[in-house]
């Protein structure tokens, strides 16, 4: 590999909104998260349409054992949050593993994880914002579609030109919305277990053993609900990369790294848990009306279904401001280190908002597509995008694992969030990263899905390479 030599501790001291202030940056990015911001989209980060709407395929799969895929999936999670939250404490910046990647590995690494995950959020913006759409239409029948996704798409473009204070004040509540929702269900749900709510009685266990036990569709089954619940925790990563713009960006990442443990058990397994508990997990209202309106019916909650409606809506809207902020960011941060077009790069009033209406406008593309070929060219960019998410915490575990040691040489002050039990647990989550992949060969339409990913992934490595080698960089540190 083609390094340049440099320390450890001079790389953490440069935070990329330092190092955007190239030629056509114009300014550097703004503090203007509050800390209130950063705990409340750290908390409402784990709660999104994946957990509402994509857990009815993990459950359909998975049956009552989706409990235990989401607990495993919930352990690797953490483990990569630990070691993402180890490095971005030390050195917070907008472009977070990005960043990390290519001062650990080499220029080539930032580039190909960053336009990777440039990508995923671009597109899933363009299927937050029809997921949306459909829910509109549900109540205003007489609309289409496309007028609800340009609405929204307008909407949080303007929130994510505007000062960066708007999209925290959004996501602060939104993320207060659904967190709220989650926990009155989990109340709710937890009473009817104990058979405590009104006429109800303690269901026990006869819906976690009955109808064809726990594992009623064997380990294949728990497979493929493993496979469903490891993207549902897609997006955890934007925290980090908001923490670059709050006014206490080290004392923000720690905080949101240190409660992601008992985040991620209360609000996936927990809510996992008293789903299966209380309806059979075969129920057709759980493919019908999703899971948490399925159950809330079943308890005969007045107008649960709507209510429902609203936060899975909330939660999707969320989804396309949060992905759009953190697409926004990655790319500014891509292009203020070289690695795309520099007069994108400019920043005015601390946003960058070329890089906002580059990745607006992408999503707008996205949604074109959707609505033309929706079963060839939208497709094809869901799966190109499909593990994306698998590649960057690859990523993540083998830039902590490098970064750890320079850390540990030449500025072991930057520590002040570890990796539990390192290097162990790193190579754990290097090998359950690993092993997903090899579940995903298994399945046909996964099969295709990493296809495209790897295929995407290999070309823009190949660009990463010849990029470095021409500029004659390793990891980038002098140039930044």
Same mark, same amino acid.
């Given at each position: 590999?083609?390094?340049?030599?440099?320390?450890?501790?001079?790389?953490?001291?440069?935070?990329?909104?330092?190092?955007?202030?190239?030629?056509?940056?114009?300014?550097?990015?703004?503090?203007?998260?509050?800390?209130?911001?950063?705990? +409340?989209?750290?908390?409402?980060?784990?709660?999104?349409?994946?957990?509402?709407?994509?857990?009815?395929?993990?459950?359909?799969?998975?049956?009552?054992?989706?409990?235990?895929?989401?607990?495993?999936?919930?352990?690797? /999670?953490?483990?990569?949050?630990?070691?993402?939250?180890?490095?971005?404490?030390?050195?917070?910046?907008?472009?977070?593993?990005?960043?990390?990647?290519?001062?650990?590995?080499?220029?080539?690494?930032?580039?190909?994880?960053?336009?990777?995950?440039?990508?995923?959020?671009?597109?899933?913006?363009?299927?937050?914002? +029809?997921?949306?759409?459909?829910? @509109?239409? *549900?109540?205003?029948?007489?609309?289409?579609?496309? @007028?609800?996704?340009?609405?929204? +798409?307008?909407?949080?473009?303007?929130?994510?030109?505007?000062? /960066?204070?708007?999209?925290?004040?959004?996501?602060?509540?939104?993320?207060?919305?659904?967190?709220?929702?989650?926990?009155?269900?989990?109340?709710?749900?937890?009473?009817?277990?104990?058979?405590?709510?009104?006429?109800?009685?303690?269901?026990?266990?006869?819906?976690?053993?009955?109808?064809?036990?726990?594992?009623?569709?064997?380990?294949?089954?728990?497979?493929?609900?493993?496979?469903?619940?490891?993207?549902?925790?897609?997006?955890?990563?934007?925290?980090?990369?908001?923490?670059?713009?709050?006014?206490?960006?080290?004392?923000?990442?720690?905080?949101?790294?240190?409660?992601?443990?008992?985040?991620?058990?209360?609000?996936?397994?927990?809510?996992?848990?008293?789903?299966?508990?209380?309806?059979?997990?075969?129920?057709?209202?759980?493919?019908?009306?999703?899971?948490?309106?399925?159950?809330?019916?079943?308890?005969?909650?007045?107008?649960?279904?709507?209510? @429902?409606?609203?936060?899975?809506?909330?939660?999707?809207?969320?989804?396309?401001?949060?992905?759009?902020?953190?697409?926004?960011?990655?790319?500014?941060?891509?292009?203020?280190?070289?690695?795309?077009?520099?007069?994108?790069?400019?920043?005015?009033?601390?946003?960058?908002?070329?890089?906002?209406?580059?990745?607006?406008?992408?999503?707008?593309?996205?949604?074109?597509?959707?609505?033309?070929?929706?079963?060839?060219?939208? *497709?094809?960019?869901?799966?190109? /995008?499909?593990?994306?998410?698998? /590649?960057?915490?690859?990523?993540?575990?083998?830039?902590?694992?490098?970064?750890?040691?320079?850390?540990?040489?030449?500025?072991?002050?930057?520590?002040?969030?570890?990796?539990?039990?390192?290097?162990?647990?790193?190579?754990?989550?290097?090998?359950?990263?690993?092993?997903?992949?090899?579940? @995903?060969?298994?399945?046909?339409?996964?099969?295709?899905?990493?296809?495209?990913?790897?295929?995407?992934?290999?070309?823009?490595?190949?660009?990463?390479?010849?990029?470095?080698?021409?500029?004659?960089?390793?990891?980038?540190?002098?140039?930044?």
């Amino acid at each position: 590999m083609n390094r340049t030599p440099s320390s450890a501790a001079a790389a953490c001291e440069q935070s990329d909104a330092v190092q955007g202030a190239g030629p056509d940056s114009g300014s550097t990015l703004s503090n203007g998260l509050k800390q209130r911001h950063l705990s +409340m989209i750290a908390l409402g980060g784990v709660i999104g349409a994946g957990l509402f709407v994509g857990s009815r395929e993990g459950i359909a799969a998975a049956g009552p054992s989706i409990v235990l895929a989401y607990a495993v999936s919930g352990a690797l /999670v953490m483990l990569i949050m630990r070691m993402l939250g180890e490095m971005a404490a030390a050195n917070p910046a907008s472009g977070s593993f990005s960043v990390h990647a290519e001062r650990s590995i080499g220029s080539w690494a930032g580039f190909t994880v960053g336009w990777m995950f440039t990508a995923l959020l671009c597109v899933a913006v363009a299927a937050e914002a +029809m997921g949306a759409a459909d829910i @509109m239409v *549900q109540w205003f029948p007489g609309s289409e579609p496309w @007028m609800w996704v340009l609405l929204f +798409m307008v909407i949080f473009t303007g929130t994510n030109l505007a000062a /960066v204070s708007n999209f925290g004040e959004f996501e602060f509540w939104f993320a207060a919305l659904k967190v709220a929702a989650i926990a009155v269900f989990l109340v709710l749900g937890l009473l009817a277990i104990f058979g405590l709510l009104p006429g109800t009685s303690a269901p026990g266990t006869t819906h976690l053993t009955g109808d064809g036990g726990f594992l009623p569709k064997g380990v294949d089954g728990l497979m493929i609900g493993l496979l469903a619940s490891v993207f549902a925790y897609g997006g955890l990563e934007t925290v980090t990369i908001a923490a670059a713009e709050s006014k206490d960006p080290v004392r923000g990442v720690a905080r949101a790294v240190r409660t992601a443990m008992w985040r991620i058990a209360l609000f996936y397994v927990g809510s996992m848990a008293i789903i299966v508990t209380i309806i059979p997990w075969s129920a057709p209202s759980i493919a019908k009306s999703g899971p948490y309106v399925a159950v809330l019916d079943y308890l005969e909650i007045p107008a649960a279904g709507q209510v @429902m409606n609203v936060v899975i809506l909330v939660a999707l809207l969320s989804a396309v401001n949060a992905n759009l902020y953190g697409s926004s960011r990655m790319a500014y941060s891509l292009i203020s280190r070289g690695q795309g077009p520099a007069f994108l790069g400019k920043v005015s009033g601390g946003v960058p908002r070329r890089a906002v209406l580059l990745c607006a406008a992408f999503g707008f593309f996205a949604v074109v597509l959707s609505f033309l070929w929706p079963d060839t060219l939208f *497709q094809w960019l869901l799966n190109m /995008v499909g593990a994306a998410v698998l /590649v960057v915490w690859g990523f993540i575990a083998v830039a902590q694992l490098r970064m750890r040691r320079m850390l540990e040489r030449e500025a072991p002050e930057k520590l002040v969030v570890k990796m539990w039990a390192f290097p162990v647990l790193t190579w754990v989550a290097l090998a359950g990263i690993a092993a997903v992949l090899l579940l @995903m060969l298994r399945d046909e339409n996964q099969r295709i899905q990493l296809l495209f990913t790897g295929g995407f992934g290999v070309a823009l490595t190949v660009i990463g390479l010849i990029r470095q080698r021409a500029l004659g960089r390793g990891a980038g540190l002098s140039k930044q």
